[in-house]
Structures are given as structure tokens and as C-alpha cells.
């Protein structure tokens, strides 16, 4: 079993579109993240989520904002799609804030 | 601000040979963490290493830890082709609470 999903794993889409990531954990963590990886693979965490508690990285546009529905989803949606968004999006997972974190496999975003 | 700079960004070495790869870091930690990750993948964890620890092992990997230089370095023993990937430090600061990453280093193994 995959211990964190995410899905879609490629999404393509034009210019001006809103779209939605979603992100599943069966491992009962407690805390989950999103993290943009750009071409040149700097990985950038830009939210973490954890009992209700938002830390939101300063620098992501608020056109990008997480719902978690439940404890084991944190789902992302991007409003207005632009250019500089294409990156590949990850999806993580840990049982506390200092811990070992558990990656999903991705979702590779195309902004046309 | 970037933490978690891993140098140098490319490796390249011959199978059976040893890999070193380095990490700084600009604050205080609460622990260091390393990971690989493979073409298309997600990261996957290999070793975490807390700040009042100086050397972890696990299999043919050592992970040394210097917060007095706020640096850590990764080795890889006897590398196999198996181990070309992109390796990444991770930290977590005493304040923000959350793994920053920096670009990776990408291992090379030729056969």
C-alpha cells in the first residue's frame, strides 16, 4: 500500500485555470506538507498543516491555498494558473513536526 | 531563508568508489536530516542525525554532523550504479519547526 498518494501524477492546463492536487497519507501522521520543486530542483516546503495549525511559507502566492478535509488528506488548489507555477508538486507526510518525513511520488504541473 | 545547501551540485565517480557529499546550513538545528531521491520520484529518508549527535551509520552510508561549522557531510561506501540519484540534506531549526531543503547534490555511479 502507498503510504502517501497523490494524484494526478502529470497535469497540464492553460494559463488563467484553477486546479486542484490531492494528497492522501494512510500512515495516521499527524502533520502533512506541500513542497514545489523547481527545474533546477531546489525543493521549497510551502505549507505544513497540523491539527488545524496553517504554517504557511511566506513567500507562496495566495493564489495557492491547502483544505484538509480530514487528518489523512491535504489537498492543494491553485487559482489563476500562471507560468512560473509549473514545478513539480510533492505531497509529505510526519508523525511530528521534527520528525523523518514521507514523500509522495509527485505531481508534475505544465502551465501552458 | 534557504537552509540545507548541499554541495557540490554534481558528482560523478566510478562504481566501487567512495561519494562524499556536503551540507550547510545558516541557524541552529534541531536535527539534520538526508535523503535520496530517484529521476521521477519522491524523496525518500536515509539517515536523521540530531544536533548534540557528531556521526550516525546506517549500512554503507555516514553521516557526520559539525554544528560549531554548521556543516554535515554524507559518505557512501563502495557506491553502486544503484546509487545515482539526487541526495538532499534537510534541516529543522530550532524556531521554524519545518524541513528546508536546499538543490540537492546529484550522484552520478558509473558502471
Known amino acids: 500500500d502507498t503510504a502517501v498518494s497523490q494524484t494526478p501524477k502529470y497535469l497540464v492546463t492553460q494559463m488563467g485555470n484553477d486546479k486542484s492536487i490531492k494528497c492522501e497519507q494512510n500512515?495516521?501522521?499527524?502533520?502533512m506538507y506541500w513542497y514545489k520543486q523547481d527545474s533546477k530542483k531546489f525543493l521549497k516546503i510551502m505549507f505544513s498543516y497540523n491539527n488545524k495549525e496553517l504554517i504557511i511559507n511566506e513567500t507562496v502566492p495566495n493564489r495557492f491555498s491547502p483544505k484538509s478535509p480530514d487528518k489523512a488528506h491535504l489537498n492543494l488548489h491553485i487559482n489563476s494558473l500562471e507560468l512560473g507555477d509549473s514545478a513539480v508538486y510533492f505531497c509529505?507526510?510526519?508523525?511530528?513536526?521534527?520528525?523523518?518525513?514521507?514523500f509522495g511520488s509527485g505531481t508534475q504541473l505544465s502551465v501552458l | 531563508s534557504q537552509q540545507g545547501e548541499e554541495d557540490p551540485q554534481a558528482l560523478s565517480i566510478q562504481e566501487g568508489e567512495n561519494a562524499t557529499m556536503n551540507c550547510s546550513y545558516k541557524?541552529?538545528?534541531?536535527?539534520l536530516q538526508w535523503y535520496r531521491q530517484n529521476s521521477g520520484r519522491g524523496l525518500v529518508h536515509l539517515i536523521l542525525?540530531?544536533?548534540?549527535?557528531r556521526e550516525k551509520h546506517s549500512g554503507r552510508l555516514r553521516v557526520t554532523l559539525d554544528t560549531s561549522k554548521k556543516s554535515s557531510s554524507l559518505l557512501i561506501t563502495a557506491s553502486r550504479a544503484a546509487d545515482t540519484a539526487s541526495y538532499f540534506c534537510g534541516v529543522i531549526s530550532g524556531s521554524a519547526r519545518q524541513l528546508t531543503f536546499g538543490s540537492g547534490t546529484q550522484l552520478t555511479v558509473l558502471p
Open positions: 541557524t541552529s538545528i534541531n536535527n
Open positions: 500512515l495516521g501522521h499527524d502533520t
Open positions: 542525525i540530531r544536533s548534540n549527535e
Open positions: 509529505a507526510s510526519s508523525q511530528d513536526k521534527i520528525g523523518v518525513l514521507f
